[in-house]
Protein backbone atom coordinates (compact mmCIF):
# COMPACT_ATOMS: atom_id res chain seq x y z
CA UNK A 1 0.00 0.00 0.00
CA UNK A 2 2.87 2.29 0.76
CA UNK A 3 3.95 2.97 -3.15
CA UNK A 4 0.08 3.65 -3.99
CA UNK A 5 0.16 5.92 -1.36
CA UNK A 6 3.01 7.52 -2.70
CA UNK A 7 2.05 7.43 -6.04
CA UNK A 8 -1.54 8.65 -5.46
CA UNK A 9 -0.57 11.64 -3.42
CA UNK A 10 1.93 12.92 -6.37
CA UNK A 11 -0.83 12.89 -8.43
CA UNK A 12 -2.87 14.88 -6.59
CA UNK A 13 0.10 17.48 -5.93
CA UNK A 14 0.58 17.71 -9.33
CA UNK A 15 -2.91 18.26 -10.33
CA UNK A 16 -4.41 21.43 -10.67
CA UNK A 17 -8.01 20.21 -10.81
CA UNK A 18 -8.76 16.77 -9.16
CA UNK A 19 -12.75 15.70 -9.36
CA UNK A 20 -13.63 12.64 -7.34
CA UNK A 21 -16.15 10.16 -8.37
CA UNK A 22 -17.99 8.01 -5.70
CA UNK A 23 -20.14 5.27 -5.77
CA UNK A 24 -21.70 2.56 -3.11
CA UNK A 25 -18.05 1.52 -1.96
CA UNK A 26 -17.64 4.71 -0.26
CA UNK A 27 -19.98 4.40 2.04
CA UNK A 28 -19.55 0.58 2.86
CA UNK A 29 -17.54 1.46 6.07
CA UNK A 30 -20.31 4.05 7.07
CA UNK A 31 -22.52 0.53 7.47
CA UNK A 32 -24.52 1.04 3.96
CA UNK A 33 -24.07 -1.85 2.09
CA UNK A 34 -23.21 -1.52 -1.69
CA UNK A 35 -25.63 -3.31 -4.23
CA UNK A 36 -23.35 -5.85 -6.20
CA UNK A 37 -21.14 -6.96 -2.74
CA UNK A 38 -21.55 -9.73 -0.88
CA UNK A 39 -24.23 -7.88 1.40
CA UNK A 40 -25.56 -6.24 -1.48
CA UNK A 41 -29.24 -6.60 -2.49
CA UNK A 42 -28.64 -7.75 -6.09
CA UNK A 43 -26.45 -10.48 -4.73
CA UNK A 44 -29.82 -11.50 -1.76
CA UNK A 45 -32.77 -11.00 -4.28
CA UNK A 46 -31.45 -10.89 -8.27
CA UNK A 47 -30.60 -7.58 -10.00
CA UNK A 48 -33.86 -8.47 -12.06
CA UNK A 49 -36.15 -8.23 -8.92
CA UNK A 50 -34.61 -5.01 -7.42
CA UNK A 51 -34.64 -3.34 -11.03
CA UNK A 52 -38.40 -4.22 -11.48
CA UNK A 53 -39.67 -2.69 -8.48
CA UNK A 54 -37.14 0.73 -7.55
CA UNK A 55 -38.80 1.75 -10.76
CA UNK A 56 -40.80 4.68 -11.69
CA UNK A 57 -43.73 2.96 -13.27
CA UNK A 58 -43.56 0.30 -10.49
CA UNK A 59 -43.64 2.68 -8.30
CA UNK A 60 -46.81 5.10 -10.06
CA UNK A 61 -49.00 1.74 -10.48
CA UNK A 62 -47.94 -0.29 -7.11
CA UNK A 63 -47.01 2.40 -4.51
CA UNK A 64 -48.12 0.02 -1.68
CA UNK A 65 -45.82 -2.84 -2.90
CA UNK A 66 -42.74 -0.09 -3.88
CA UNK A 67 -42.90 1.16 -0.34
CA UNK A 68 -43.48 -2.13 1.48
CA UNK A 69 -40.39 -3.07 -0.34
CA UNK A 70 -38.70 0.70 0.28
CA UNK A 71 -39.06 0.58 4.10
CA UNK A 72 -37.02 -3.07 3.93
CA UNK A 73 -34.10 -2.71 1.95
CA UNK A 74 -33.70 1.32 1.85
CA UNK A 75 -34.84 2.52 5.29
CA UNK A 76 -31.10 2.55 7.65
CA UNK A 77 -30.77 3.23 10.66
CA UNK A 78 -28.51 6.56 11.06
CA UNK A 79 -25.37 6.10 10.11
CA UNK A 80 -22.33 8.97 10.63
CA UNK A 81 -19.78 9.72 7.61
CA UNK A 82 -16.95 7.45 7.11
CA UNK A 83 -13.00 8.20 7.43
CA UNK A 84 -13.24 8.41 3.59
CA UNK A 85 -15.63 11.03 3.55
CA UNK A 86 -14.30 13.20 6.08
CA UNK A 87 -10.91 12.82 4.20
CA UNK A 88 -12.54 14.41 0.99
CA UNK A 89 -14.24 17.19 2.58
CA UNK A 90 -11.01 18.16 4.31
CA UNK A 91 -9.42 17.80 0.58
CA UNK A 92 -11.67 19.67 -0.72
CA UNK A 93 -11.55 22.77 2.33
CA UNK A 94 -7.59 22.56 1.43
CA UNK A 95 -7.92 23.21 -2.41
CA UNK A 96 -6.42 19.66 -3.21
CA UNK A 97 -9.77 18.75 -4.66
CA UNK A 98 -12.71 20.29 -6.86
CA UNK A 99 -15.64 18.42 -6.05
CA UNK A 100 -16.78 15.32 -5.98
CA UNK A 101 -19.70 13.83 -8.15
CA UNK A 102 -22.34 10.73 -6.68
CA UNK A 103 -24.24 8.18 -7.30
CA UNK A 104 -24.90 7.96 -3.48
CA UNK A 105 -28.01 8.99 -2.32
CA UNK A 106 -26.92 8.82 1.24
CA UNK A 107 -26.12 12.19 2.21
CA UNK A 108 -22.83 11.30 3.98
CA UNK A 109 -20.49 13.51 1.70
CA UNK A 110 -22.31 16.75 2.62
CA UNK A 111 -22.38 15.83 6.30
CA UNK A 112 -19.38 14.96 6.41
CA UNK A 113 -18.75 18.74 5.14
CA UNK A 114 -18.34 18.67 1.52
CA UNK A 115 -19.35 21.83 -0.05
CA UNK A 116 -19.39 21.12 -4.16
CA UNK A 117 -21.16 17.62 -4.23
CA UNK A 118 -23.25 16.41 -7.25
CA UNK A 119 -25.38 13.95 -6.49
CA UNK A 120 -26.81 12.48 -9.44
CA UNK A 121 -29.39 10.03 -8.43
CA UNK A 122 -30.94 12.40 -5.54
CA UNK A 123 -30.96 11.85 -1.79
CA UNK A 124 -33.14 9.29 0.55
CA UNK A 125 -33.73 11.89 3.29
CA UNK A 126 -36.11 14.04 1.16
CA UNK A 127 -39.43 13.34 0.32
CA UNK A 128 -41.55 15.00 -2.23
CA UNK A 129 -45.27 15.52 -2.76
CA UNK A 130 -46.37 13.69 -6.22
CA UNK A 131 -49.00 16.28 -6.82
CA UNK A 132 -47.33 18.98 -9.66
CA UNK A 133 -49.56 21.66 -7.48
CA UNK A 134 -48.32 20.78 -5.03
CA UNK A 135 -44.53 19.17 -4.45
CA UNK A 136 -44.35 19.98 -0.79
CA UNK A 137 -41.08 18.17 0.98
CA UNK A 138 -40.81 16.24 3.83
CA UNK A 139 -37.44 14.93 5.38
CA UNK A 140 -37.19 11.13 6.25
CA UNK A 141 -38.67 11.00 9.89
CA UNK A 142 -41.82 12.34 8.58
CA UNK A 143 -41.86 9.27 6.31
CA UNK A 144 -40.50 6.47 9.17
CA UNK A 145 -42.29 7.27 11.04
CA UNK A 146 -46.12 7.96 9.24
CA UNK A 147 -48.47 5.06 10.22
CA UNK A 148 -49.71 3.50 7.32
CA UNK A 149 -47.14 2.30 4.78
CA UNK A 150 -47.53 4.29 1.41
CA UNK A 151 -46.80 7.94 2.97
CA UNK A 152 -48.92 10.94 1.98
CA UNK A 153 -48.56 14.82 1.92
CA UNK A 154 -50.30 16.00 5.13
CA UNK A 155 -52.06 19.18 2.77
CA UNK A 156 -53.29 17.77 -0.67
CA UNK A 157 -53.08 14.16 0.49
CA UNK A 158 -50.51 13.34 -2.65
CA UNK A 159 -48.32 10.23 -2.62
CA UNK A 160 -44.84 10.87 -1.37
CA UNK A 161 -41.75 9.62 -3.38
CA UNK A 162 -38.40 9.88 -2.03
CA UNK A 163 -36.07 12.22 -4.00
CA UNK A 164 -33.68 9.87 -5.56
CA UNK A 165 -33.89 8.55 -9.29
CA UNK A 166 -35.38 5.07 -9.92
CA UNK A 167 -34.75 3.34 -12.59
CA UNK A 168 -37.14 4.78 -15.82
CA UNK A 169 -36.12 8.61 -14.34
CA UNK A 170 -33.23 11.08 -15.67
CA UNK A 171 -30.23 11.58 -13.95
CA UNK A 172 -30.49 14.92 -12.06
CA UNK A 173 -27.81 17.30 -12.99
CA UNK A 174 -26.81 16.01 -16.17
CA UNK A 175 -24.83 18.75 -17.81
CA UNK A 176 -23.35 19.88 -14.11
CA UNK A 177 -21.66 16.19 -13.89
CA UNK A 178 -20.85 15.81 -17.15
CA UNK A 179 -18.90 19.13 -17.05
CA UNK A 180 -17.16 18.61 -13.98
CA UNK A 181 -15.88 15.04 -14.47
CA UNK A 182 -14.64 16.16 -18.39
CA UNK A 183 -12.82 19.85 -16.55
CA UNK A 184 -10.46 17.35 -14.35
CA UNK A 185 -7.44 16.93 -15.16
CA UNK A 186 -7.12 13.87 -12.83
CA UNK A 187 -10.18 11.96 -12.00
CA UNK A 188 -10.50 9.74 -8.95
CA UNK A 189 -12.99 7.34 -8.99
CA UNK A 190 -13.58 5.35 -5.59
CA UNK A 191 -16.38 2.59 -4.80
CA UNK A 192 -18.26 2.25 -8.10
CA UNK A 193 -17.74 -0.84 -10.22
CA UNK A 194 -18.80 1.87 -13.07
CA UNK A 195 -21.14 -0.22 -14.47
CA UNK A 196 -24.01 2.48 -14.19
CA UNK A 197 -24.76 4.90 -16.59
CA UNK A 198 -24.78 7.12 -17.49
CA UNK A 199 -21.58 8.33 -15.09
CA UNK A 200 -20.10 5.70 -16.14
CA UNK A 201 -20.08 6.91 -19.65
CA UNK A 202 -18.63 10.25 -18.51
CA UNK A 203 -15.68 8.52 -16.83
CA UNK A 204 -15.58 6.27 -19.80
CA UNK A 205 -15.75 9.86 -21.79
CA UNK A 206 -12.71 11.42 -19.91
CA UNK A 207 -10.27 8.39 -20.06
CA UNK A 208 -10.41 8.94 -23.67
CA UNK A 209 -8.82 12.14 -23.66
CA UNK A 210 -7.02 12.72 -20.29
CA UNK A 211 -4.82 9.88 -19.16
CA UNK A 212 -5.17 10.49 -15.04
CA UNK A 213 -7.88 8.26 -14.28
CA UNK A 214 -7.77 7.27 -10.70
CA UNK A 215 -9.79 3.75 -9.57
CA UNK A 216 -9.94 3.18 -5.86
CA UNK A 217 -11.95 -0.08 -5.61
CA UNK A 218 -12.43 -3.37 -3.84
CA UNK A 219 -12.20 -5.51 -6.52
CA UNK A 220 -12.49 -5.15 -10.42
CA UNK A 221 -14.39 -2.53 -12.29
CA UNK A 222 -15.28 -2.09 -16.22
CA UNK A 223 -12.43 0.86 -16.50
CA UNK A 224 -9.36 -0.71 -14.91
CA UNK A 225 -8.00 -1.42 -18.01
CA UNK A 226 -7.85 2.77 -18.35
CA UNK A 227 -6.34 3.42 -15.34
CA UNK A 228 -3.25 5.14 -14.86
CA UNK A 229 -3.48 3.72 -11.27
CA UNK A 230 -5.57 1.00 -9.85
CA UNK A 231 -5.60 0.49 -5.83
CA UNK A 232 -7.49 -2.14 -4.66
CA UNK A 233 -8.00 -1.96 -1.37
CA UNK A 234 -11.61 -2.23 1.23
CA UNK A 235 -9.73 0.12 3.27
CA UNK A 236 -10.53 2.94 1.44
CA UNK A 237 -10.63 5.62 4.80
CA UNK A 238 -7.18 4.55 5.91
CA UNK A 239 -5.84 4.50 2.03
CA UNK A 240 -7.09 8.23 2.32
CA UNK A 241 -5.70 8.82 5.67
CA UNK A 242 -2.25 8.01 4.41
CA UNK A 243 -2.48 10.34 1.50
CA UNK A 244 -3.71 12.88 3.35
CA UNK A 245 -1.24 12.84 5.87
CA UNK A 246 1.42 13.15 3.16
CA UNK A 247 -0.07 15.81 1.63
CA UNK A 248 -0.21 18.21 4.57
P1 LIG B 1 -21.90 -0.84 -7.02
O1 LIG B 1 -22.68 -1.54 -5.94
O2 LIG B 1 -22.12 -1.15 -8.41
O3 LIG B 1 -20.35 -0.99 -6.77
C1 LIG B 1 -19.77 -0.72 -5.56
C2 LIG B 1 -18.32 -1.14 -5.68
O4 LIG B 1 -17.65 -0.74 -4.48
C3 LIG B 1 -18.14 -2.65 -5.80
O5 LIG B 1 -17.26 -2.95 -6.87
C4 LIG B 1 -17.53 -3.06 -4.45
O6 LIG B 1 -16.64 -4.15 -4.55
C5 LIG B 1 -16.81 -1.79 -4.07
N1 LIG B 1 -16.59 -1.61 -2.61
C6 LIG B 1 -17.36 -2.06 -1.60
N2 LIG B 1 -16.85 -1.67 -0.42
C7 LIG B 1 -15.73 -0.95 -0.70
C8 LIG B 1 -14.77 -0.27 0.10
N3 LIG B 1 -14.85 -0.24 1.44
N4 LIG B 1 -13.75 0.38 -0.53
C9 LIG B 1 -13.66 0.35 -1.89
N5 LIG B 1 -14.52 -0.29 -2.68
C10 LIG B 1 -15.57 -0.91 -2.11
O7 LIG B 1 -22.11 0.68 -6.71
P2 LIG B 1 -22.32 1.81 -7.70
O8 LIG B 1 -21.46 1.61 -8.91
O9 LIG B 1 -22.20 3.03 -6.93
O10 LIG B 1 -23.84 1.62 -8.22
C11 LIG B 1 -24.90 1.14 -7.48
C12 LIG B 1 -26.12 2.02 -7.55
O11 LIG B 1 -26.83 1.86 -6.35
C13 LIG B 1 -25.84 3.48 -7.65
O12 LIG B 1 -26.67 3.94 -8.62
C14 LIG B 1 -26.23 4.11 -6.31
O13 LIG B 1 -27.10 5.21 -6.49
C15 LIG B 1 -27.04 3.06 -5.63
N6 LIG B 1 -26.64 2.79 -4.22
C16 LIG B 1 -26.37 3.82 -3.36
C17 LIG B 1 -25.99 3.55 -2.04
C18 LIG B 1 -25.67 4.69 -1.11
O14 LIG B 1 -26.19 5.79 -1.29
N7 LIG B 1 -24.82 4.49 -0.09
C19 LIG B 1 -25.88 2.23 -1.60
C20 LIG B 1 -26.21 1.21 -2.50
C21 LIG B 1 -26.57 1.50 -3.81
Redesign the pocket.
Given at each position: MASDVDRLAGLIKSSNYTVVV?????????G??????EK?I?RQLGEDRVMRIINIDFFNRHPEEFYEFYRQYFEFPPVTPSQ?HYRLAEMEADGLIHGIV?????N?HQLAGSKKVIPV?GT?NVFICQNRKCRKEYPDDYVKNYAETVPRCKECNGVLKPD??LFGENIKNYMDAREMILDARLLIV???????YP??GFVREFSTSFQDLVI??????AMDHAALLKID?????QLLTEVYRQLK
Open positions: TGAGISTEAIPDFRGGYATQNIDLHAVVIGSSLTVLAINKGPTTGSTG
